[in-house]
């Protein structure tokens, strides 16, 4: 496709957008200035944040030129939640995560040549700015009665917590921002969330009542899970992009564990695989879904996209070791720990019968289970079958001094970390 409206559109991108035409027309006469913003809420952006991330660069692939705005200053107040109030950081730490947010954005911009991204940081214009200034010149342009029917204003209205005047103020900030990256660098465009909506609409206004210009916005769906509940950290069930918080491993796996309802929109929305590629994964997934080709797939080209190809070619060797398609001593010690961190597990002392950790697992219910699955040949210790019921572990089984794995038949998989003593 060469509009990048039709393809946003096809990949599910666009949940809602101001005069489509208009925004049609000012991205084919392009090149067009645009920006989403990021704020500094945690040491690490999540797979929500990866949205905007890919659909600013296929905006940047399509000609335009992306504004990566992380926010120093709207960091230190936080949009509201649907729920509570949101506790407010240090600032030296917010100053901290600023650097860690800008480092996982900058490699999937491009910052030469026409198209070229800028980094910004909306403490570089507030931080000089006084509440009087503040109040006159912004302020003196929004009417509380349309700013309290923004949803999530209005969603903590009707809560028992209320909403305090500082996180009320919030959309005022943002739309500040748009104002400012207009004058300085021309932005017309503003990418955001769908739950951001009212947040992005203040924006467009405040430009348009200070110049009177009409200037753009696109607000992405969210990405649920098949129950319809969102990955966020405030739901307790983000990915993340820092690996030491989602590690490879587990990232990889849960891009391969999607619902089958699901795929083909990951695909869609996280891959920069062709529409050909996508419906033809889709064919496969109908046809033969226990294939998992889609999901596949998806796994290796986005953690290849984040954590490049050596990780991918890592955590795929662990995932195939595990279940006894590979060496799990050529596992490096990382790689094992991440993938067995997925694992029910046991500690033990060497010499612990393995029909003992067998039952301690959960992988059977008893140890008279235990011995029944040995002898009918369906148990393994570091994927060598166990041939003796009174089997012991012993330090030359272990993984990297520290590790046995142990698997009942082909897909039911536990871990046993040794002591040190």
């Not at 491993?249 to 391969?256: E, S, V």
Request: charged residues 25%; negative net charge; glycine residues 8%.
């Amino acid at each position: 496709m060469t509009d990048i409206v039709d393809d946003l559109k096809w990949r599910g991108l666009i949940a809602l957008s101001t005069d489509e035409d208009a925004l049609r027309k000012a991205l084919a006469d392009g090149p067009v200035t645009f920006y989403a913003g990021f704020d500094p809420t945690a040491a690490s952006l999540h797979i929500g944040h990866l949205v905007q991330i890919l659909t600013m660069r296929r905006l940047q692939l399509a000609g335009h030129r992306p504004l990566a705005l992380v926010g120093g200053a709207t960091g230190q107040i936080g949009d509201p939640r649907p729920t509570a109030e949101r506790t407010l950081n240090d600032p030296e730490v917010i100053a901290a995560w600023v650097g860690r947010l800008r480092a996982q954005i900058e490699p999937f911009l491009d910052f030469d040549g026409p198209s070229a991204a800028t980094m910004v940081n909306n403490l570089d214009w507030t931080s000089g700015l006084s509440a009087i200034d503040f109040l006159r010149d912004v302020g003196k342009h929004f009417r509380v009665n349309k700013m309290l029917t923004k949803e999530a204003v209005a969603r903590r209205l009707e809560s028992e917590e209320g909403i305090s005047y500082t996180e009320f103020s919030y959309q005022l900030l943002q739309a500040y921002d748009f104002l400012e990256l207009k004058r300085r660098y021309g932005c017309t465009l503003q990418q955001g969330g769908s739950d951001q909506w009212g947040n992005l609409t203040a924006g467009t206004d405040l430009i348009h009542r200070i110049t009177g210009e009409n200037v753009h916005l696109i607000a992405t769906p969210l990405i649920t899970k098949a129950d319809g509940t969102k990955f966020s950290k405030s739901e307790g069930s983000a990915v993340w992009l820092d690996p030491e918080m989602t590690t490879p491993y587990a990232f990889y796996q849960f891009w391969l564990n999607a619902a089958d309802a699901d795929v083909v929109n990951y695909l869609k929305v996280f891959s920069f695989r062709s529409r050909e590629e996508i419906e033809d994964l889709a064919r496969q997934t109908e046809e033969r879904p226990q294939a998992r080709a889609a999901q596949r797939a998806l796994a290796e080209d986005l953690t290849t996209l984040l954590h490049g190809a050596d990780q991918t070619a890592a955590v795929v060797n662990a995932s195939k070791a595990l279940f006894g398609q590979g060496d799990l001593a050529e596992l490096d010690a990382a790689t094992l720990a991440a993938a067995l961190s997925e694992l029910p597990r046991a500690r033990a002392a060497a010499g612990t019968p393995l029909i003992d950790l067998f039952a301690e697992t959960g992988l059977v219910a008893s140890k008279s289970a235990a011995r029944r699955t040995v002898r009918e040949g369906g148990a393994y210790a570091n994927n060598a079958k166990v041939e003796e019921e009174d089997a012991a572990l012993t330090p030359e089984l272990l993984l990297h001094g520290r590790w046995l794995v142990l698997r009942r038949g082909k897909r039911n998989l536990a871990a046993v970390e040794v002591d040190g003593s």
